[in-house]
């Protein structure tokens, strides 16, 4: 049902350099690429994020309780999406682990702010 993401930022140069290191851990690429905005995908057809500067050239703001959740293939890979985050200058929000039901992930904010979860369900 979803076609796609968008969080704001307010620069985005270093928003494109830290969701391109962040996405090289998950294959993800640039599937577009605009004066005012990026976006990524595994593959076409898939949900897309994008980080765009906002239309009516206001600044970007965090919306309380907005939230984007990749999800990924494995533990290891919530555990390295985590990791690089916090390495490129994003702040944690809660380190990875169990969160019931098979579920097993991590939450941090980007540069900009924005919160982001990473998780893999267990079968």
Sequence with gaps: MISHTSIGTNDLPRA????????????????????????????PGQPMFSVLKPFDGQPATVGNGNMVALTVASQALVDALHAK?????????????????????????DLDGSKIAAFYRQS
Excluded: H, N
């Design 16 to 43: 494109a350099a830290f969701y391109d290191a962040l996405f090289a851990l998950i294959d993800g690429k640039r599937f577009f690429e605009l004066e005012r905005g990026i976006g990524w995908g595994v593959k």
């Design 85 to 109: 985050a916090l390495a490129l200058g994003g702040t944690d929000e809660d380190a990875p682990g169990l969160r019931g039901g098979g579920y097993y992930g991590c939450y941090f904010r």
